[in-house]
C-alpha cells in the first residue's frame, strides 16, 4: 500500500524512447517481382494457426471475417468465447458466422465453420478458466496471437477493468511466452491511452504506479478503499478504461521477453470504411449511440467543440493494419515492440462539426423511424448554455411527453430514459472538446514496406477516406445493421418528421399565446403594446379593404 501511495505522489518517471531498429532481409530480384502480383500478407496466414481474444466483439469480428476472406487457406482460428446472454459459446459462433458480415466469407471459405475452434474461456477467471486439453492445443499449436478482448466500458469498476485491461493481458503474454511455434503477439490498446497527453508518440507513456502493484493491491483491498483512491490512480485520465489500457501497455512492454510484439493504438473505431461492405456496425460505442440518439431525436444538443478534431478510424482500416503489423512482427522481427498508432486527424483530419452536419444532412434524406422529435445537432462549448438547452431541449420535452403517457394511462419513461442519454453524453463530453496530436512514423514506414498487392489488399491509408461519404454510409450501416430498420419504411419515416414539425409549430404557437395571454393580464405596458398592435393591424386592414373596393 505505502508503494502504491508512494507511486501517487507523482515521482517523474523518464519517458523510454523506443528504439525503431528493424531487421530487413534484403530482397532478391525474383522476390521483388513476386511481390508485386501477390499479397504477402495473404499468404503469410496461409496454413498459420491463430488466436484471437475478444473475437465476438466489433473489432474482432471484422479481424475474423478479413482473415477468412483473404486467407481461406489458415490452417485454424482459435477463439476464447465465454457464453453469454443464455447463449454457449458453440451457439454464439454460429450466429456470428451466419450474420450478414459473413455473407462474402462462405463463397471464398465454404469450410469456415471447420476452421474455427471456440474455445471455452473466461478472461476474468484464473487461467481463463481453459481446460487442460484446450490449453495444451493452444500451447503447442499457436502462431500468432491477437489480443483484442478488453472492457471498453467508461465507467467500469477499478477492481473490474484492471482484471481484463492488465491482469488478463499478463496472463496472456505468460501463455504466449510457453507457445513454442509462436510468431508474433499483436496488442489491441487504443490511442487515448495517454490523453492526458497532447502530442502522443509511439512510445510507451510509463504511469506513475507499477502495474504490478495494482494487480496486486486489488486483490486486497476493498471495493470502498478502491473507489476512494481511484481519482487518485487515474490522475488527469477521464476514466478506468484509458488508464487501465496504458497500465496494460506497461504489462505488455515488462513482459514482451523474447517475443515479437507490437502494439496497435487505434482512436475512435467506427464502421466500416469499404470491407467487406461499407457501413456495418454493430455496437453503440463511441459516435454510433449518439448518432442514434441524434437521429431519434433524443439529442438534439450536445457540448462538444465543432472545430475539434473527431478521430475516427473505420475499423476495416484498424483490422487491415493489424494484419500488415502481424506479418511485419512475425516476418522482420523489430528488435524492440513497435508501436503503431491508427488515427487519421493528422493525416485526413474531419471535424465534429462537419460530422454532426454530415449526420443531419443524411438523416434528412434517410430519417429514423419512429423519432421522438426532428433531428438537431446544436454544438455549444458553453457550460450554461449547454445546460440551457439541457433544460429546454431535452428534460423539459421529456417531461411534457411523460405527462402526456400518464394521461393516456401508459408508463411514463422518457424522463428516465433522458437523464440516462444525458449521463452517457457527459461521459463522452472529455473526447469531442479536446483534439490530440498522434505521430504516424512507425505506421507509415510500414506503409511504405508493403507491396503495391498488399497496399491495395490491407489498404489502412486514410487519406484516401471521403468523409462526406463514409460519414453517410455511416449513418445508413447504424440505420440498417444496428437498428435493423427496413429501408421500405423511409416514407413513413419523412411522414412522421412532418407531423412532428407540425406539432411543434402548433406547440410553440399556443406556448407563445398562453405566455402574452398571462402578461397582457399582469402588465399594463404589456396590454398597450397589445392594443397598439391590434389597433394597427385593424387600421391596416381597414385601409386594404378601401383601397381594393376603389380599384372594383
Ligand atoms: C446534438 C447532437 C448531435 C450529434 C450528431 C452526431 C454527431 C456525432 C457526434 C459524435 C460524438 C461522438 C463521441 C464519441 C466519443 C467516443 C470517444 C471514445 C474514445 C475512446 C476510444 C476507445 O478506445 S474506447 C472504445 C469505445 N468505448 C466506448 O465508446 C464506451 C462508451 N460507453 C460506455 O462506457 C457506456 O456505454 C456508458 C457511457 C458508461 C453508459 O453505460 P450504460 O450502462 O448507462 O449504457 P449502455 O450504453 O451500456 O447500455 C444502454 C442500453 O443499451 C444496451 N446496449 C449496450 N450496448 C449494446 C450493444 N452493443 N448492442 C445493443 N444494445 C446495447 C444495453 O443493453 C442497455 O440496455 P438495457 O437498459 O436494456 O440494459
Ligand atoms: N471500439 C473502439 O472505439 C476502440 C476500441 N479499442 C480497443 O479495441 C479492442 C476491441 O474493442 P471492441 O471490439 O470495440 O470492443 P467490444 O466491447 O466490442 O469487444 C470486447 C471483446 O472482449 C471480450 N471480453 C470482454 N470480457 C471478457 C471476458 N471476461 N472473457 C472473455 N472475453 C471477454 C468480449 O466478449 P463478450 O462478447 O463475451 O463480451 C468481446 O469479444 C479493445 O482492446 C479496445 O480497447 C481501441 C480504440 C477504440
Redesign the pocket.
Known amino acids: 500500500m505505502r508503494a502504491l501511495l508512494k507511486g501517487l505522489g507523482g515521482e517523474k518517471i523518464q519517458v523510454k524512447q523506443q528504439l525503431r531498429l528493424t531487421y530487413k532481409e534484403p530482397l532478391s530480384e525474383a522476390i521483388k517481382d513476386k511481390r508485386k502480383t501477390m499479397s504477402m500478407i495473404a499468404s503469410f496466414y496461409n496454413g498459420k494457426s491463430i488466436l484471437i ?8 469480428k471484422v479481424l475474423m471475417e478479413k482473415l477468412f476472406r483473404t486467407s481461406p487457406d489458415l490452417k485454424v482460428i482459435y477463439i ?3 457464453p ?1 446472454a443464455g447463449q454457449t459459446t458453440q451457439q454464439r459462433v454460429f450466429q456470428i458466422l451466419n450474420s450478414k458480415l459473413f455473407e462474402k466469407v462462405k463463397e471464398v471459405c465454404p469450410n469456415v465453420h471447420e476452421k474455427i475452434r471456440a474455445v471455452y ?4 477467471q484464473n487461467d481463463f478458466a481453459i481446460s487442460k486439453e484446450d490449453m495444451q492445443e493452444l500451447l503447442s499449436c499457436t502462431n500468432i496471437v491477437f489480443h ?5 466500458r467508461f465507467d467500469d469498476h477499478l477492481r473490474h477493468a484492471v482484471q ?1 485491461n492488465v491482469t488478463a493481458t499478463q496472463q496472456l503474454l505468460l501463455m504466449a511466452s510457453q507457445m513454442p511455434k509462436l510468431e508474433a503477439f499483436i496488442h ?5 491511452s495517454n490523453c492526458n497527453l497532447t502530442h502522443i508518440d509511439e512510445v510507451i507513456y510509463p504511469c506513475p504506479v507499477e502495474p504490478k502493484q495494482i494487480i496486486d493491491s486489488m486483490e486486497w483491498l476493498d471495493d470502498a478503499i478502491i473507489d476512494e483512491i481511484t481519482p487518485k490512480l487515474i490522475g488527469d485520465r477521464p476514466n478506468t478504461y484509458t488508464y487501465t ?1 496504458a497500465l496494460g501497455e506497461m504489462v505488455v512492454q515488462q513482459e514482451s521477453g523474447n517475443m515479437n510484439i507490437a502494439i496497435i493504438r ?4 467506427g464502421a466500416t470504411w469499404q470491407e467487406p461492405f461499407p457501413g456495418w456496425v454493430d ?1 453503440l ?2 459516435p454510433s449511440g449518439l448518432i442514434i440518439a441524434a437521429g431519434k431525436g433524443f439529442l438534439r444538443s450536445i457540448r462538444a467543440t465543432p472545430m475539434a478534431v473527431a478521430d475516427l478510424i473505420p475499423v476495416d482500416t484498424v483490422v487491415n493494419l493489424t494484419l500488415a503489423v502481424g506479418w511485419y512482427t512475425a516476418v522482420h522481427r523489430p528488435k524492440s515492440t513497435l508501436i503503431y498508432h491508427c488515427t487519421s486527424g493528422n493525416l485526413n483530419p474531419c471535424n465534429w462539426g462537419k460530422m454532426g452536419f454530415q449526420v443531419l444532412a443524411t438523416f434528412e434524406k434517410v430519417p429514423l423511424e419512429r423519432a421522438f422529435r426532428r433531428p438537431n445537432a446544436d454544438f455549444t462549448t458553453n457550460t450554461i448554455t449547454s445546460q440551457y438547452w439541457n433544460a429546454v431541449s431535452h428534460r423539459a420535452p421529456a417531461i411534457i411527453y411523460d405527462f402526456y403517457l400518464r394521461l393516456t394511462g401508459r408508463k411514463p419513461r422518457m424522463t428516465k430514459v433522458m437523464n440516462r442519454l444525458l449521463r452517457n453524453v457527459s461521459m463522452l463530453e472529455y473526447f469531442v472538446n479536446r483534439s490530440w496530436e498522434w505521430s504516424t512514423h512507425n505506421t507509415e514506414m510500414l506503409m511504405s514496406e508493403l507491396s503495391p498487392e498488399d497496399q491495395r489488399v490491407f489498404n489502412f491509408d486514410v487519406r484516401q477516406l471521403n468523409w462526406l461519404e463514409y460519414i453517410e454510409n455511416y449513418v445508413l450501416g447504424v440505420k440498417k445493421y444496428l437498428l435493423k430498420e427496413d429501408m421500405a419504411g423511409i416514407p413513413e419515416a419523412k411522414q412522421h418528421l412532418k407531423r412532428l414539425r407540425n406539432i411543434h409549430y402548433l406547440f410553440n404557437t399556443a406556448l407563445f399565446l398562453i405566455a402574452w395571454r398571462l402578461l397582457i393580464a399582469r402588465s399594463q405596458m404589456a396590454r398597450n403594446v397589445w392594443f397598439f398592435i391590434v389597433s394597427f393591424c385593424y387600421k391596416f386592414l381597414s385601409y386594404f379593404r378601401a383601397s381594393s373596393t376603389l380599384k372594383v
Request: with cysteine; hydrophobic share 45%.
Open positions: 481474444t475478444g473475437a465476438t466483439g466489433f473489432m474482432g476464447l468465447v465465454r453469454k474461456a473466461d478472461l476474468n483484442c478482448a478488453a472492457t471498453v481484463l489491441i490498446s487504443t490511442a487515448f489500457k487505434p482512436s475512435i473505431v455496437n460505442n463511441g
